[in-house]
């Protein structure tokens, strides 16, 4: 079972700032998912990207897929406090085991007003 | 659309005591998973179901934990007797059907029942 390492692990920025979170891993990804998780619920999918490469925006939020697939990022431009949560990237597996997720420990951001 | 519903929300017990989840997936779905999340964690996979069968329980330590989903639709989780390394979120989730490729279908996550095991 391949890891998946994210960060930075804590992330506290004031409104109006951008930042990056990233995903690693030493192996090749099938494809990668990214959640968002607010205190109190499940994980909800943001994004799934497949091809190496691969750039998806989603308003404020741009997510990259490395040429490899061995790593992402998801960048917020102009953070709201809105975007506050614990960001969590998953890889699925193929196979035996259909459609199962590998989650990284997350990334956990505050965002001040 | 109705989401996933789990119940309760919160429970605190204490060591060696039993305690059961409960899960209503997506009406629907035939593809359910429960997921343990320690604080400071990401989610991992305790067990899924395909309709009423296991497809994978490699996680689950059997020695404790139990699972069913005895008509296809709703699931239990059971933890008999409960170590204080037990508390966390339990999440349930579900999707719509098992896809064979990348980029298959989403799943979708209850809200999590917070377990406290004193």
């Known amino acids: 079972t391949q890891l998946l390492e994210q960060s930075p692990q804590f992330l506290s920025i004031q409104e109006g700032e951008n930042l990056t979170v990233y995903c690693n891993s030493s192996s090749v990804f099938s494809s990668l998912q990214w959640y968002r998780q607010e205190p109190g619920e499940g994980p909800v999918l943001l994004v799934t990207?497949?091809?190496?490469?691969e750039v998806k925006k989603l308003k404020r939020l741009t997510f990259q897929f490395g040429d490899a697939r061995k790593d992402s990022s998801l960048h917020i431009t102009a953070a709201q406090t809105g975007d506050t949560g614990l960001y969590l990237c998953?890889?699925?597996?193929?196979?035996?085991?259909?459609?199962?997720?590998?989650f990284g420990k997350g990334t956990k951001l505050s965002v001040k007003p | 659309e109705a989401g996933v519903a789990q119940s309760p929300r919160y429970k605190i017990i204490e060591k060696r005591q039993s305690v059961a989840f409960w899960c209503n997936p997506i009406s629907g779905h035939a593809t359910l998973y429960w997921y343990q999340q320690i604080l400071g964690q990401g989610p991992k996979l305790l067990i899924q179901?395909?309709?009423?069968?296991?497809?994978?329980d490699s996680q689950l330590p059997k020695d404790r934990f139990s699972a069913e989903r005895l008509k296809g639709v709703d699931s239990t989780l059971k933890i008999q007797p409960a170590k204080l390394e037990d508390s966390a979120v339990y999440l349930c989730a579900s999707r719509q059907w098992t896809s064979g490729g990348p980029g298959g279908n989403e799943q979708f996550f209850g809200p999590g029942t917070r377990l406290t095991v004193l």
């Open positions: 998953a890889q699925t597996f193929y196979g035996g085991s259909q459609g199962n997720l590998i």
């Open positions: 179901f395909q309709n009423n069968g296991v497809v994978d």
């Open positions: 990207v497949v091809t190496g490469g």
